[in-house]
């Protein structure tokens, strides 16, 4: 076993020795490590992983009118894609309507302005919901969103038991690293367990959350912060639900996951088995499941945003092709590719293709998918999944030390150690410690101008009309009504969604629903000291 250091350290900050050997792995190797498709799922959650069919190929889209993406979502499925995941723009995400004053400006800027159940019928037609898995990223106000697709598609005569997707529905993760929450974390863990109950009722196939340390990762955590902090979420989420009076293997088989996927490839795929792991033990031996489906950690991937540059953007397609690699080989069930232009604007039509295509090159010009989990007994992959797993458990004892994973973040824990992580990444690049292809090194004076897709301002003005004639059109008292069952429910202990549906269904805007939701359970503020 050799023990010197090659000078360089991962990502987490282990040292990284220039050789790897037997003597760097564990005696009971097979026995930590187990079977694909068995516990404690190192190699896999499936046993034949892409041997029998690839992963799901997602592309991340939606800007400006449903109308518009509704388009985009046409050529991508027209292409290849074989799920949807659905970009919502800041006002949505944030539970505003277009014509609110707080929305000005950022009207379908970021994502796909979604008002009222009109919107959500637009951004879906002629697109067969049955057959198609729609990822939704949307977080406080998910189960709006959710209950807006469920409604549609009983428009379209399709069932609830008929639909797959994902909301992300991860609020946890908003108040340590994104910010785009609505109400406080008591209220808001309520309406994930009501989100939880209400589709294991009415969605069976739905996953109900998405636990994601994307976006941490994205804000600066390491990929040991990214794992413990998002595991320590998840079982904040398993707790809460069994507090509501779920059953843990009754709700465990829908949760799933959202990691990033960085150009440091060797730890990557460690990262991914360490996290199978430590989240079957966690639901195995301290939830007490029973079910193994329960014990399974499935995830969606994204390649990382945070490592695209604006300089010499084509070059991103290089750093998308290696983090797509890496979590094709860390085991992901579905993953969506940046476009190398999304370090500028949205990506237009052409980079949202080629970011398809780079997939589909991974899934079927490799051997990639010929066997399951090519790196097992690979001594450096095997060498870093134990020192991941065993950091891993160590952070995340940190945050029990401060009762639970919400103690942790409102005394700000997880936000301090991530911008710590920032911090120094930053220190690093400006230094030249860290090399960035084109920014601080191989860098060109004049660079071809790239021409970004731009929104139309016009669009707010079209929505903020749509919505006027919604208003005009609608029942409002039938609205009122809705509304005020509502807000005795959430000041109730009853299940929020059934009485959210009816007024969705009534023509309730996304606005109108947060904002009476608002009412009862209120805003919450920062604490600034952090």
Known sequence: MTTESSGRSSESGFPIKPTYDAGDLPADLAERTGEPGRFPFTRGVYPTMYTSRPWTMRQYAGFGTAAESNARYRQLLAAGTMGLSVAFDLPTQMGYDSDDPIAHGEVGKVGVAIDSIDDMRRLFH????????????????????LLLYQLVAEEFGIAGDQLTGTIQNDILKEYIARGTYIFPPKPSLRLVADTFAYCAAELPKWNTISISGYH???????????????LANGAEYVRAAIAA??????????????????????EEVAKFRAARRIWAHIMRDEFGAKNPKSWMLRFHTQTAGVQLTAQQPEVNLVRVA???????????????????????????????????????????????????????????VEAMTDEIEAATFSLMGRIAGYGSAVDAIEAGFQKREIESSAYRIAQEIDSGARTVVGVNRYTIE????????????????????RLAKLRADRDDDAVDRALAALKAAADGTENVLPPMKAALAARATVGEVCGALREVWGRYLPNDRF
């Open 126 to 145: 002629d697109i067969p919901l049955d057959k198609v898995s729609t990822s939704m990223t949307i977080n406080a106000p998910g189960s709006v969103l």
């Open 216 to 230: 941490m990762a994205e804000a600066g955590a390491t990929p040991v912060q990214e794992i413990a902090f998002t």
């Open 245 to 266: 009076g779920l059953g843990v293997d009754d709700f465990a088989p829908r949760l799933s996951f959202f990691f990033v996927a960085r150009t440091t490839l060797l």
């Open 322 to 380: 290696v983090q797509g690699l890496a979590a094709v080989l860390g085991g992901t069930q579905s993953l969506h590719t940046n476009s190398f232009d999304e370090a500028i604007a949205l990506p237009t039509e052409k980079a949202a293709r080629l970011a398809l295509r780079t997939q589909q090159v991974l899934a079927y010009e490799t051997d990639l998918t010929a066997t399951v989990d090519p790196f097992a007994g690979s001594y450096v």
């Open 446 to 465: 004049d660079e071809e101008p790239y021409e970004p897709l731009r929104v139309d301002p016009a669009i707010e003005a079209e929505q903020v009309a």
